[in-house]
């Protein structure tokens, strides 16, 4: 039986290094779309609706692939925070998540050929430790998180700011719910493993 191709709807290197753990070939595809909240959007609700919006782009380019979508939306009590984009904006950000739970939805949105679509959000409850401002200002110029949800890279030196991490699937925090996914290829005819 011959497969579709796989088409990662995402730029993200850090999703494309997670999808490559399952072993199966597939193209990236950068989506372009808005990702403007809406009013009164729950961060739940946002990072899903932007995962199914990267897949059904990726889905109208590609119509004979599986297509994946995946978002991450980070907030804390009613802030949502997205990727800082700078040391100063890295610190900042983190300084705030202090001793906090910080909640990351993370989203995604599978498409098969004949349009069929498969959903799920994992959410992943981080509690930070007490940090001084040079323990965070060493470890953003250590690991320099600037394009990643929440201002770290769990996968590297990011987990020595938790006390604990709360989640049914700790890739999820990377980007990509690596349990869901594979559960949802397998669902259209991928052999993982």
């Known amino acids: 039986m011959t497969l579709p191709p796989l088409i990662l709807a995402s730029s993200s290197v850090y999703r494309q290094q997670q999808l490559s753990q399952l072993y199966i070939d597939f ?10 909240p809406k009013a009164n959007e729950s961060p739940e609700d946002l990072a899903l609706r932007l995962a199914v919006s990267k897949a059904q782009k990726a889905h ?26 700078s040391n100063e904006n890295a610190i900042a950000q983190l300084l705030k998540f202090v001793g906090k ?15 069929r679509q498969y959903h799920h959000v994992d959410k992943t409850v981080v509690k930070f430790r007490s940090l001084t401002r040079s323990e965070i200002e060493r470890y953003v110029q250590q690991d320099q ?49």
Do not use: W
């Open 145 to 193: 998180p600037m394009d990643c949800a929440g201002g770290f890279k769990v996968e590297s030196l990011g987990l020595a700011l938790f006390e604990s991490i709360q989640t049914t699937d700790p890739s999820a925090l990377v980007g990509l719910p690596l349990i869901t996914t594979a559960q949802f290829l397998r669902e259209v005819g991928y052999a993982i493993p």
């Open 101 to 115: 739970q910080v909640v990351f939805n993370t989203a995604l949105a599978v498409i098969d050929p004949k349009g």
């Open 27 to 36: 193209d990236a595809f950068s989506p372009d779309i808005d990702e403007t």
């Open 60 to 85: 109208a380019e590609f119509t004979d692939a599986v297509v994946i979508g995946s978002d991450q939306v980070c907030s804390q009590g009613h802030l949502t925070y997205g990727k800082p984009g």
